[in-house]
């Protein structure tokens, strides 16, 4: 009598811990459900018809959610303003070129044209631009270097401080318009949702851990039960 009353403490604190890990797992799979409809949502963005961009910066005025949201512009491209961020090109390091662009209305934002293998190029004229809204306001990641704006040298999105380099007013939208294809002589890539979606591993982690747990109660008992 007096094993069995041992083993109520360790099949009350497995219970708790299956119960707990299951519940974690649960939640990773309604994380999945959501981050796969958030990814599906700016996917059908960059698939729909463009916006004006004095629209878009409406939008983004208001609070809303423009991430992605596909815009054209006509206006005129400031090359002597051009900042280089570093990327990579072709697997090797590269440059990508933002120039400040500003249309008949008096709007102006920072765009990212593309990338080359180095320094130096100065973009060609861009009379209209499509391309979609970036935010990139994740700030600076742990590895990243300096920014270097006296030598026009960038390595992580300080879109403020890009702005200001650029040129561009005061009061002007924290935002980047990723350019889908241009004449400036840069090669822009096909823009991709850039969301981290790891939650089926989470997932499978949480339940693993739950069966392991699980298993190893069933095993103690079991051996118990044999003493």
Same mark, same amino acid.
């Given at each position: ?8 403490? $360790? ?6 811990g ?7 797992g649960?939640w990773? $799979?309604e994380?999945?459900?959501?981050k796969?409809?958030?990814?599906? !949502?700016?996917?059908a963005?960059?698939?729909?018809a463009?916006?004006? &961009?004095?629209?878009? &910066?409406? /939008?983004?005025a208001?609070?809303q959610d $423009?991430e992605y949201? /596909? @815009?054209?512009a006509?206006g ?12 990579v090109?072709y697997?090797s390091?590269?440059w990508?070129?933002? =120039?400040?662009y500003? !249309? =008949?209305?008096?709007a102006?934002?920072? @765009?990212?044209?593309?990338? !080359?293998?180095?320094?130096?190029l100065?973009?060609?004229a $861009? ?12 700030g600076r990641?742990?590895?990243d270097?300096?920014? =270097?704006? #006296?030598?026009?040298?960038? *390595?992580?999105?300080? @879109? ?6 650029a040129? &561009? /007013?005061?009061g ?10 241009n004449e400036?002589?840069?090669? =822009?890539a ?12 989470y #997932?499978? !982690?949480?339940f ?5 747990l699980?298993?190893v109660?069933?095993? *103690?008992?079991? /051996?118990?039960?044999?003493a």
């Amino acid at each position: 009598m007096s094993g069995k009353r041992r083993l109520w403490p $360790v099949l009350l604190a497995s219970t708790l811990g299956f119960v707990f890990l299951c519940g974690l797992g649960v939640w990773q $799979v309604e994380r999945l459900g959501q981050k796969e409809a958030l990814i599906a !949502t700016l996917e059908a963005r960059m698939a729909a018809a463009p916006v004006p &961009l004095a629209e878009a &910066l409406q /939008k983004f005025a208001s609070g809303q959610d $423009v991430e992605y949201l /596909k @815009v054209v512009a006509s206006g005129e491209l400031d090359a002597a303003h051009t900042l280089y961020k570093q990327t990579v090109f072709y697997g090797s390091a590269g440059w990508e070129g933002l =120039a400040p662009y500003r !249309t =008949a209305d008096g709007a102006e934002v920072l @765009v990212d044209l593309g990338a !080359t293998d180095g320094q130096g190029l100065v973009p060609k004229a $861009v009379p209209e631009l499509v391309g979609v809204i970036r935010l990139h306001n994740k700030g600076r990641g742990f590895f990243d270097a300096d920014n =270097a704006p #006296a030598k026009n040298e960038w *390595f992580w999105w300080d @879109v403020p401080a890009m702005q200001k380099a650029a040129g &561009l /007013k005061d009061g002007a939208a924290p935002i980047i318009l990723e350019a889908l294809g241009n004449e400036s002589g840069f090669q =822009a890539a096909p823009p991709k949702v850039e969301l981290a979606n790891n939650h089926l591993g989470y #997932a499978i !982690t949480w339940f693993g851990l739950a069966l392991a747990l699980a298993g190893v109660t069933l095993a *103690f008992v079991l /051996k118990k039960a044999d003493a």
